[in-house]
Nanobody
Framework: QVQLVESGGGLVQPGGSLRLSCVAS????????VHWYRQAPGKQREWVAV???????NYEDSVKGRFTISRDNAKNTVYLQMNSLKPEDTGVYYC???????????????WGQGTQVTVSS
């Protein structure tokens, strides 16, 4: 079994910063690609950023230059550093990790429960 837990959300003023964490635990052989998504009230979930095992990253256009995704594979953890936050960044942030639990096993998508980010003055 694998679990993902996000943390680090909260209330912040416009222009402020937050760092989100996504920690995977359980039976993990290969901690592979990890995505961050967000869902604003009344809107569909949207993709925010991705970290590919091996170092590549990519970002949704509206967060480029403000958000940075990084990872610590030894801790099965991915971070999302969010700077210069705007009210439109408000939403529940979810991580999705692609994980292989044993050698030769399938790659499976796991989702966390989400962490609330509110940007407001």
């Amino acid at each position: 079994q694998v679990q993902l837990v996000e943390s680090g959300g909260g209330l912040v003023q416009p222009g402020g910063s937050l760092r989100l964490s996504c920690v995977a635990s359980g039976t993990i052989f290969n901690f592979n690609t990890v995505h961050w998504y967000r869902q604003a009230p009344g809107k569909q979930r949207e993709w925010v950023a991705v970290s590919i095992n091996g170092g590549s990253t990519n970002y949704e256009d509206s967060v480029k230059g403000r958000f940075t995704i990084s990872r610590d594979n030894a801790k099965n953890t991915v971070y999302l550093q969010m700077n210069s936050l705007k009210p439109e960044d408000t939403g529940v942030y979810y991580c999705k990790a692609v994980i292989r639990s044993f050698p030769g096993g399938p790659l499976i998508d796991y989702w966390g429960q989400g962490t609330q980010v509110t940007v407001s003055s």
